[in-house]
């Protein structure tokens, strides 16, 4: 759950407590905060803030892509969704002072218990606990696309005007940028392949941007969600979206290599739903239609190839030192070929 003592990210506490103790709060360091494990992205440390644990969130080291990590989205939306949807929790500080810890920062509620990656803890069947899981994950989507944003002060949250073709252009744009001779056709297929595609998309709703089991905290008894963490992209626009951006973590068992090296969730275990249940049963409680849905499936993939592009540019690039970067601008072009496959039928 916490990263070792070597492995912890070091930030300048004593500067940070200053500056805290300034905006009328208080960072007790007598209880040393303790750098959360797992995740590829913003850097999360338990803290003691005012009296109780908080979570104190900031990007990653190195060159940020364009609107990603933002913390300062994040805030905006942590301060008020809580309201509507009791999951998300809620954001009690940001500042945007970089020379307090190198970037601008948040400090928002800490919610305990567990968090499922892409393996199951031992002692957890996948035959019991995949089919709870699964529809979990889609109830929870649900809910979150029915919120309705006015009430909460999001209503002009994005732009969801020309979502789509924004998201196919800008992530064709950042594929060019981290895709060398290799992949650099297959980017330029798969870019055209969208722009060509395009749909005009659906009713405007709160997406997450990147909602998967894994930022999702579980009561470890019960399994039951607690918290629905990393807002840093939220928006509203196209619902589909967000649930492209579930299936492509969501492997199954004959998927290829490229994906089943994702780790992201257990779902390619016995037990848990596959990809088409899970499609048919947002469609039940939604009533929404993806006749079309063929494009949103391989926007996500394609989004999901240029990310783990990126980590992998990061590490070349010597933004970052941890070992798990180092294979995946690989993983993005293995990615990227199964996007092509599943763009021209020979895959799902």
């Given at each position: 759950?916490?990263?070792?003592?070597?492995?912890?990210?070091?930030?300048d506490?004593?500067?940070?407590?200053?500056h805290?103790?300034?905006?009328?709060?208080?960072?007790?360091?007598d209880?040393?905060?303790?750098?959360?494990?797992?995740?590829l992205?913003?850097l999360?440390?338990?803290?003691?803030?005012?009296?109780?644990?908080?979570v104190?969130?900031?990007?990653?080291?190195?060159?940020?892509?364009?609107g990603?990590?933002?913390m300062?989205r994040?805030?905006?939306?942590?301060?008020?969704?809580?309201?509507?949807f009791?999951?998300?929790?809620q954001s009690?500080?940001?500042?945007?002072?970089?020379s307090?810890?190198?970037?601008?920062?948040?400090?928002?509620?800490?919610r305990?218990?567990?968090v499922i990656?892409?393996?199951l803890?031992?002692?957890l069947?996948?035959?019991?606990v995949?089919p709870?899981?699964?529809?979990?994950?889609?109830?929870?989507?649900?809910?979150?696309?029915?919120v309705?944003?006015a009430?909460?002060?999001l209503?002009?949250?994005?732009?969801p005007?020309?979502?789509?073709?924004?998201a196919?252009?800008?992530?064709?744009?950042?594929?060019?940028?981290?895709?060398d001779a290799?992949?650099?056709?297959?980017?330029?297929?798969?870019a055209?392949?969208?722009?060509?595609?395009?749909?005009?998309?659906?009713?405007?709703?709160l997406?997450h941007c990147?909602?998967?089991?894994?930022?999702?905290?579980?009561?470890?008894?019960?399994?039951?969600?607690t918290?629905?963490?990393?807002?840093d992209?939220?928006?509203r626009?196209?619902?589909?979206?967000?649930l492209?951006?579930?299936?492509?973590?969501?492997?199954?068992?004959?998927?290829?290599?490229?994906?089943q090296?994702?780790?992201q969730?257990p779902?390619?275990?016995?037990?848990?739903?596959t990809?088409?249940?899970?499609?048919?049963a947002?469609?039940?409680q939604?009533g929404?239609?993806?006749?079309?849905?063929?494009?949103?499936?391989?926007?996500?993939?394609?989004?999901?190839?240029?990310?783990?592009?990126?980590?992998?540019a990061?590490?070349?690039a010597?933004?970052?030192?941890?070992?798990r970067?180092?294979?995946l601008?690989?993983?993005?072009?293995?990615?990227?070929?199964?996007?092509?496959?599943?763009a021209?039928?020979?895959?799902?």
């Open positions: 759950m916490f990263c070792s003592p070597d492995d912890t990210v070091p930030l506490w004593p500067r940070l407590q200053s805290l103790r300034g905006c009328g709060h208080d960072l007790d360091l209880a040393p905060p303790r750098q959360f494990a797992g995740g992205g913003n999360n440390f338990l803290i003691d803030f005012d009296g109780r644990p908080c104190l969130r900031r990007p990653p080291f190195g060159e940020i892509p364009r990603a990590n933002d300062a994040e805030h905006r939306v942590l301060s008020r969704l809580w309201e509507a009791p999951l998300a929790p009690v500080l940001y500042s945007a002072d970089v307090v810890l190198g970037a601008h920062f948040l400090v928002m509620d800490y305990p218990g567990e990656g892409g393996t803890a031992a002692g069947d996948s035959r019991q995949g709870a899981l699964s529809a979990m994950l889609v109830r929870l989507l649900v809910s979150l696309h029915a309705d944003p009430p909460i002060g209503a002009d949250l994005g732009r005007e020309g979502f789509l073709q924004r196919c252009e800008g992530w064709a744009h950042r594929a060019h940028q981290a895709s290799s992949n650099g056709p297959l980017v330029t297929e798969l055209s392949w969208l722009k060509m595609r395009v749909v005009p998309g659906g009713a405007p709703t997406l990147d909602f998967k089991l894994d930022n999702i905290v579980l009561n470890p008894r019960t399994l039951e969600p918290a629905v963490l990393d807002w992209m939220a928006t626009g196209d619902p589909l979206f967000d492209a951006t579930l299936l492509s973590y969501w492997t199954e068992a004959g998927d290829p290599a490229s994906m090296a994702l780790g969730m779902t390619a275990q016995p037990g848990f739903w990809r088409a249940q899970v499609l048919s947002y469609v039940a939604t929404r239609d993806v006749s079309n849905f063929i494009f949103y499936r391989v926007l996500a993939l394609f989004k999901l190839a240029v990310v783990f592009l990126q980590l992998g990061r590490h070349r010597g933004a970052t030192t941890d070992a970067y180092a294979r601008s690989a993983l993005g072009h293995d990615i990227l070929d199964f996007t092509h496959a599943v021209h039928g020979r895959a799902h």
